[in-house]
């Protein structure tokens, strides 16, 4: 149906700090799931892993990564979601993009910087909430440590349908990781699409993939599994959510924060 989204989860591992490489190994992912997908989701900092070397690992808004994903956007067809190390106007953002096959832009600088690993020290923090307007979807876009954070993803009169987490989320914390995607999900009466990497980064750090699209029941409509290298699509139904919506509209009686 015109108003279904296809939607795949890119479960991969990320070649440290090497831009090149990851370049042309997302490249040949993307050209598999060419014509199978509407948006493809790549893992946080897919350039580079969750790198700290802001100073060498930073691409700027005309460089090669955003370049590239335009080109393979256009080419196959699909729309590109993920996020890299950028530098504008002197300061370094963790910033995810989502690219439309007929060049449409969006951006959207992580807020919460995970401190734990130095990334506020480094990083500038955003404050912008970026909605995207798709295929008569409306998708919200978040990174990684964001999840923790309800008040920042809180979904006010269904101003979004679908909520993206990019990711790079390590294996110890894969218990949170699985929980505050449903839960977020639940309680924000949206589709949930989370896309973790997999493999062991410059660090020696773990991540076990896990991957999920949670429906607005808090249902596991598609999970990529752990430790696996695969691209997983599955399809988001809009009938389905806005019948639940009107159904049990929890949203009307749900408290407005102010930020």
């Not at 977020?184 to 660090?203: L, Q, S, T």
């Not at 430790?227 to 009686?253: H, Q, S, V």
Request: with cysteine; aromatic share 14%; charged share 30%.
């Amino acid at each position: 149906m015109a108003d279904n989204l296809r939607i795949s989860m890119v479960q991969s591992h990320i070649i440290w700090e090497d831009r090149n490489e990851n370049l042309e190994y997302y490249g040949e992912l993307l050209r598999r799931v060419s014509g199978k997908t509407d948006i493809a989701v790549l893992p946080e900092t897919f350039t580079t892993g969750f790198s700290m070397e802001v100073e060498k690992q930073a691409d700027t808004m005309d460089g090669e990564t955003i370049r590239s994903v335009k080109k393979w956007s256009h080419k196959y067809g699909i729309a590109i979601v993920g996020s890299f190390i950028v530098k504008e106007n002197g300061k370094y953002y963790n910033r995810a993009f989502f690219i439309t096959p007929d060049g449409e832009e969006y951006y959207y600088d992580k807020r919460h910087l995970f401190r734990m690993a130095g990334e506020d020290k480094h990083f500038s923090a955003g404050d912008e909430c970026v909605i995207v307007r798709y295929k008569d979807w409306n998708i919200r876009l978040l990174v990684c440590y964001d999840l923790r954070f309800p008040v920042w993803s809180r979904n006010v009169n269904n101003e979004y349908d679908l909520l993206i987490y990019v990711a790079n989320w390590p294996e110890p914390r894969k218990k949170v990781w699985k929980v505050l995607l449903q839960a977020r999900a639940i309680e924000n009466m949206c589709y949930v699409c989370g896309v973790n990497r997999v493999g062991v980064d410059g660090k020696g750090f773990s991540y076990r993939g896990d991957s999920m699209v949670f429906d607005p029941r808090g249902k596991k409509m598609a999970d990529a599994g752990k430790r696996e290298e695969i691209m997983r699509t599955c399809t988001l139904l809009k009938n389905e959510l806005n019948d639940f919506r009107a159904k049990f509209p929890a949203w009307k009686d749900a408290d407005i924060f102010q930020l």
